[in-house]
């Protein structure tokens, strides 16, 4: 089981800089795919950026590519989401995911666990 729990989200004005972490317990985190996805008000939740068991391979939808950078530091049971050049439409509360059930991928589905979520909002 993995429980995960994210931070470092808040208030910026457009063209400013977060960066949100993803703290996880247990001692498999190093084994499963972890992801960011995000969920503006009305809309669905949307992947933003993946990252694979060892860090070796990173995915990002088109968006935020250029913009935003996925790590992680599997000593500290922690993947990082640092945002850059941020936008108006990148307000959201942003969710990081673990799952290993596969390739690094873009789909809900395949993440299991979930963190609670932490809101970014993007002034403009």
């Known amino acids: 089981q993995v429980q995960l729990v994210e931070s470092g989200g808040g208030l910026v004005q457009a063209g400013g800089s977060l960066r949100l972490a993803c703290a996880a317990s247990?001692?498999?985190?190093?084994?499963?795919?972890v992801g960011w996805f995000r969920q503006a008000p009305g809309k669905e939740r949307e992947f933003v950026a993946a990252?694979?068991?060892?860090?070796?391979?990173?995915y990002y939808v088109d968006s935020v590519k250029g913009r935003f950078t996925i790590t992680r530091d599997n000593a500290e049971n922690t993947v990082i989401l640092q945002m850059a050049g941020l936008k108006a439409e990148d307000t959201a509360v942003y969710y990081c995911a673990a799952g290993r059930r596969g390739l690094l991928t873009r789909a809900l589905g395949m993440y299991d666990y979930w963190g609670q979520g932490t809101q970014v909002t993007v002034s403009s």
């Open positions: 990252i694979s068991p060892n860090g070796a391979n990173t």
């Open positions: 247990g001692r498999t985190f190093s084994t499963y795919n």
